[in-house]
């Protein structure tokens, strides 16, 4: 078990380093157009602030290089004034003399929020320069930001190694979700899987392999399954060097009979328009599954007492295709399942069905939660302190 905010013990007027990820989408003119990010971290701001800790936050924003204006931090630093009124400065520095004349200012229960991390070039080169300067800043270092979690940067990974440390309540949230599906499992386990390419995604089947009753095989990843069962995909997305791999998955299956399900008839581009089919041909290539394999999908959905999903099931960018991600999702909010849904399309996706609040976890860290489904270990999450 990894130490939490709430095993930090005498920490009130203790400088406390947040790195949070606030990495939102701005406009040109400074306005944050989805604040999700910030509002998930407003719980361990508010525990950290009630401890009467000296909190300095920090995260990067975009990928910046160097100093870059449309990039800077100030935006989040206002947001958070309106939320916590009278307790929020700005420092529009990263690390360096401004950064610690500010913080010896600072009285307990008071929050300062530093200036972009990618601005210094060390950060993500984990430079040792970069971060004994961060390390510091503070007695304390807590983690908060899930999404870079699989990154070995200097304000997670390298300054973790130098303070005494713990987690926040969303990188809390997202262990445990995890921990319960692969270590608790509820069964029957049903994972979904979808999306475009096939190669990042095969570490995720097979680490359900052992433990889901079904794998359901949706998107563009599923060509490669048909074509690995001698079907024809006509034009469809094939990833030819994984072929064999997904021969030995659906025989592996077999074996320790786990059902794998997969499309039995698509909706593709056929000469520029969209056309239901049962079989593909040249010429047509396969964006989203059909009404058949929806219900297929949907009725191993319905029995199912715990869900993983990654992946849409179709081009759902592309409303002509979106049908099947849709449906799927509604399946899974409307299914008794404990269900998770990682990605950034996925997540996306599902938000766009209407059906997100009926889902019971998010997992909004992108890459890192995808770590996560393939039961990797995160570097960032491993250097912090176990009780
Ligand atoms: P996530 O971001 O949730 O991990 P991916 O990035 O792996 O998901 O997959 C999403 C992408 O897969 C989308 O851009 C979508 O258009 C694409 N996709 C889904 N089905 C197909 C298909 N049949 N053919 C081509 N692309 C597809
Ligand atoms: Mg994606």
Same mark, same amino acid.
């Given at each position: ?21 606030? =990495? ?8 944050? #157009? ?10 361990? &701001? ?19 290089? @160097?100093? %870059? ?46 200036? =972009? ?8 080169? =984990? ?32 300054? !973790? ?37 096939? $190669? %990042?995604?095969?570490?995720? &089947? ?27 995909? +006509?034009?469809?997305?094939? $990833? ?27 909706? /593709? ?10 079989? *593909?041909?040249? +010429? ?19 029995? /199912? ?8 099931? @179709? ?26 849904? +990682? ?19 998010? $997992?909004?860290?992108? +890459?890192?939660?995808?770590? #996560?489904?393939?039961?990797?270990? *995160?570097? !960032? ?7």
């Amino acid at each position: 078990m990894k130490r939490t905010i709430r095993d930090l013990k005498n920490i009130e007027g203790k400088r406390v380093l947040l790195r949070c990820d606030f =990495n939102v989408p701005l406009d040109n003119y400074g306005d944050i #157009l989805d604040d999700t990010r910030i509002t998930a971290e407003l719980p361990t &701001i508010d525990y950290l602030l009630k401890q009467k800790v000296k909190l300095i936050v920090c995260s990067h924003l975009g990928r910046p290089k @160097g100093y %870059d204006k449309y990039l800077s931090m100030f935006p989040i630093a206002v947001y958070l004034m309106k939320h916590f009124p009278n307790k929020v400065k700005f420092c529009n520095k990263v690390v360096g003399n401004e950064v610690n004349v500010a913080i010896e200012k600072m009285k307990p229960g008071e929050m300062i929020v530093l200036e =972009n991390l990618r601005f210094d070039e060390g950060e993500e080169k =984990n430079s040792p320069e970069f971060v004994a300067k961060l390390a510091r800043l503070a007695d304390i270092y807590v983690d908060d930001a899930f999404g870079v979690t699989h990154r070995k940067h200097a304000s997670n990974y390298g300054v !973790a190694l130098k303070l005494p440390n713990a987690i926040g309540f969303l990188i809390e949230k997202e262990l445990n979700v995890f921990q319960k599906v692969f270590e608790h499992t509820d069964h029957p386990f049903v994972a979904i899987f979808g999306g475009a390419k096939v $190669s %990042d995604k095969l570490n995720l &089947i097979n680490n359900v392999l052992d433990k889901a009753d079904a794998i359901i095989i949706g998107g563009g990843m599923a060509y490669t399954f048909l074509q690995a069962q001698g079907i024809n995909i +006509g034009d469809s997305i094939v $990833s030819l060097d994984q072929v064999d791999n997904a021969k030995d998955i659906l025989e592996k299956a077999k074996e320790k009979n786990i059902k794998i399900l997969l499309p039995v008839d698509h909706v /593709a581009l056929v000469g520029g328009r969209a056309k239901k089919v049962k079989q *593909l041909e040249k +010429g047509m290539v396969g964006l989203d599954i059909g009404r058949k394999t929806i219900k297929l999908f949907t009725q191993e959905i319905m029995q /199912a007492k715990q869900i993983i999903w990654n992946g849409p099931l @179709g081009k759902y960018e592309d409303s002509r295709f979106k049908k099947g991600t849709m449906k799927i999702a509604r399946a899974v909010a409307k299914s008794q399942a404990y269900s998770i849904v +990682g990605g950034g399309d996925s997540v996306s996706a599902v938000k766009e069905s209407g059906v997100a609040d009926k889902i019971n976890h998010l $997992s909004t860290g992108g +890459g890192a939660s995808l770590k #996560l489904m393939e039961g990797k270990v *995160l570097p !960032a999450i491993e250097v912090i302190d176990t009780l």
